[in-house]
C-alpha cells in the first residue's frame, strides 16, 4: 500500500516566505552598511589626502616669503599685512609657470558661493610690476582653494618690533619695517581643528637689498 505525498500547507509557505524575507533584507541591510562605510572611509581619505596636500603648499608657499618692500621714496614699509583672519605677502615663487620675478600671494577664508555655506580657505596671487605700492593686484585675481570645508583660519605672528625687544608670538603683525621671523596657522575644518601649523620664514629682512659702494638700494630682484 502506497502512502499519499503530503504537501506544504500555505501556513507554511508564508512562513518560509517571512523567513526568506527576512533573511534578504538583513543581506541588504548588511552590503549597504558595507558600501557606505566603503564610500564613507573613501571620501575622508580623499578630504584628508587633499588637506595634506594644500598644507604641504601653503607651508612651501609662507617658507617662501620676500621681504620685499613698497615702492615708498621716504619711508621703509614691507609688503606684507598679517591680520588675525587674513595674510598678505610677496613669495619667491612665480605667480605663474611662464612667468618669472615674484608674487603677491594673499591667504583668507571665503563663502563658496552659489548658495552654499560652504567656507574654503584660499588663495590669490598675482605678478606685481616694478613700481608697486600695494596688493591692489590681488582684488582682481582668481581664488584657488587651498583648503576646502573650513569654519575659521587664525593667523599668529611670531618676531620682535625693533632689536631691543623679545620676539614673541601675536595676532596681528604691526611694524612696518619689519618681517616676521615665523607664522602660525591654526584652521578649523567643519569636521573640527586641524594640527597647528607653524611655518619659519627662510629668508631675513637683507634678502630685499642690493648694496652698492655708496648706498643700499633695496628693491625686489627680478630672475
Not at 502512502?3 to 518560509?16: C, D, H, K, N, S
Not at 589626502?49 to 604641504?56: C, L, M, T, V
Not at 615702492?71 to 611662464?98: M, T
Request: net charge neutral.
Amino acid at each position: 500500500m502506497t502512502r499519499p505525498q503530503r504537501g506544504f500547507t500555505l501556513i507554511e509557505l508564508v512562513v518560509a516566505m517571512a523567513l526568506l524575507g527576512t533573511m534578504m533584507l538583513l543581506l541588504y541591510s548588511g552590503l549597504s552598511f558595507s558600501v557606505r562605510s566603503w564610500d564613507a572611509g573613501d571620501v575622508n581619505g580623499r578630504r584628508t589626502a587633499d588637506r595634506r596636500i594644500g598644507e604641504n603648499f601653503l607651508r612651501r608657499e609662507i617658507s617662501e616669503l620676500f621681504p620685499m618692500r613698497w615702492k615708498e621714496p621716504n619711508v621703509v614699509k614691507f609688503a606684507f599685512e598679517g591680520e588675525k583672519d587674513h595674510l598678505r605677502f610677496v613669495s619667491s615663487r612665480p605667480a605663474g609657470i611662464a612667468q618669472g620675478g615674484l608674487s603677491l600671494v594673499s591667504l583668507e577664508v571665503l563663502d563658496e558661493g552659489g548658495g552654499s555655506r560652504k567656507r574654503n580657505l584660499v588663495m590669490r596671487r598675482a605678478m606685481p610690476d616694478e613700481e608697486q605700492k600695494s596688493f591692489a593686484p590681488l582684488d582682481k585675481a582668481e581664488a584657488t582653494v587651498m583648503i576646502a570645508g573650513v569654519q575659521g583660519v587664525t593667523f599668529e605672528y611670531f618676531g620682535s618690533e625693533n632689536d631691543f625687544t623679545p620676539p614673541q608670538w601675536s595676532d596681528t603683525w604691526k611694524p612696518a619695517n619689519r618681517v616676521p621671523e615665523a607664522i602660525r596657522l591654526r584652521i578649523v575644518g567643519d569636521d573640527g581643528p586641524l594640527p597647528e601649523m607653524a611655518v619659519r620664514i627662510s629668508l631675513g629682512e637683507e634678502a630685499g637689498c642690493l648694496e652698492n659702494a655708496f648706498q643700499r638700494n633695496c628693491r625686489p630682484r627680478r630672475q
